[in-house]
């Protein structure tokens, strides 16, 4: 089995990205090509040992082979023709827009390549974080309470300490806690530099966070161990960028195997069939023993390996195990039966 | 200002499509280049003269010249290198699947080519009847009753008649109307057959409808006439199709001014920022005088050119207004920063 790993692209979470694959660098056995997307949306094959993250700051990349995205695949120029680039399933590690916006996915599913990762569907309604608690209701998954303020708005209603998110950003980018009104404006002032829209939710001192990784295999989900992050307040996103470069596996959280059931019972209701094809993590908050789902990361930084026994293996099966397009027949039924009607 | 309009795709509809592409030509007086796409998502040039029908149905387009997409727009191969199909805004004329469930506006997007139509977000929220419903409540806009199947399941809970659609079709497509029990299992393994998640919705015999088309324009809406569709009892799939070949002006429902109002007043909700980029058509249902959404057009038949009285003005408005991409500076700030931490 030979993997594709996609990285970089044209989003504020470029650098986490570039870590991340460095991450899955050492983590993985497996034979991988690692194709990078630069800030100009152009791609270009990596020489496995040159992964560096100077390769990427310093501009070095740009001597590597370019490639180009069509049907099938990603092809390289030879000297005679084109070469297309090897590899079995693609992982998509592209954190942040392009990655998790559904735009490289909807990119991929039509050229016709086989990633994991979220489909555009499912890109859509997690990076979204409106459009998250609109689809947890909707299944009966408990959020935290929230409201949305435009760019320009300074008023909110949910009383204080509060969160302030951008709607759609990921790794805390843009994230403040504010304790009081006269914190406000500066917290709305720099998510709004982010996003045009912003999540104000209750900040909730010292919950309970867990966090889940796990996919679906011919069905069957497969799950990591139940993580309990450690934190100050709240990860930033120097620390958050530490986490994603996480390659060594962490303690399994000490808790009551009850409440372990009840979050891989939420789990499922959450991936259902919309991210089958991902491997995703699940961060809950446990709030008066009500489990509540505060974010899904439908890409996790360096693909929450440090959570499973054996990653490698998950990731293999998964692979065999992704959503294939439905086939939709184009039969010109209709034009041939109205040219007939026409007698033409 | 010269147009490109994309049609075909990968889709139930893409006859639909082909449709409309030929009554847009009838219609626009601007100058226009035809890119289809066809059943192996591979583009093709088609020159203005041959889009007829049969070019499509007997494959005879496969003579036309194929094109490249990339980053920058549609390349054709000439003697010396590549040559950028010239056009100022793309229309996305793609309906249904490909086109309307984001995955083209994702490839657009992706590859900076401007485009008239709806975006990833927007695109994924309409096509899938379940997700408008979600969109319409979080925004205070009302829609009929509903409840989802999964396939498998034949057991409803709405009172008789309902209305049966496959989740994420739309042309009428596997739709049916069931009067009592005996008629549900026919209707539900129809609409099976395109989709494996279904939406019931009790229909409500002679409901007044009405059909409203519209986009944003520099923050100002345009508004097209307000239509009462002429129907049997719904819709079918032939009738539709036709539908879409509309390229004649059509009567303004006579309804009251107030109602007109605020038809418009919804429909500016609905739009909000979501739908920038796009025009769309919202039909309404009318009951008890409540007005109720059931569906979002977020590529209408033929644009619904035949609701507007200078539809190439809007065309030619709206391009000039479409929403660009926020630039995301990728400096690889942290990246260095770790690099000088570790010495490196």
Partial sequence: ???????????????????????????LKSEIVYIFCDKDRDFYLINSKDIKSKLFSSGEYKKSPKLTLKRGGFFQKGLVGEKRVEFDTLINLVHGADGEDGKLAAV????????????VDASVLSFNKLYTKLYAS???????DYEVLQK????????????????????????????????????????????????????IEGVKEYNLAGCKVDGEFIFSIVEEPQKGDFLD??????????????QKAQIDPFLEEN?????????????EGALIRCDFFVVDNEIKLNEINPIPGSMANYLFEDFEGVIQNLSKSLPKEKPIPIEYRYINSIQKAKGK
Same sequence: chains 1, 2.
């Fill in 237 to 250: 996103f120097d620390k958050k960028y530490l986490d994603f470069s996480r390659d060594s596996r962490v």
């Fill in 152 to 203: 320009g708005a300074y008023k909110i209603t949910t009383p204080y300490p509060v969160i302030i998110k951008p709607l759609r950003l990921g790794s805390s980018i843009g994230v403040s806690i504010v304790r009081d009104e006269s914190e406000l404006e500066y917290a709305l002032d720099v998510a709004y530099e982010f996003d045009d829209e912003v999540l104000v939710e209750p900040f």
């Fill in 108 to 119: 991929l599913s039509f050229f016709g390549i086989d990633y994991i990762g979220p489909r």
């Fill in 263 to 275: 979050l891989k019972k939420e789990f499922k209701k959450i991936y259902g069939t919309l991210f």
């Fill in 138 to 144: 909707s299944i009966g998954i408990d959020t935290v």
């Fill in 1 to 27: 089995m030979k993997f594709a790993i996609l990285f970089g692209g044209v989003s504020y979470e470029h650098e986490i990205s570039i870590v991340s694959a460095i991450s899955l660098k050492k983590v």
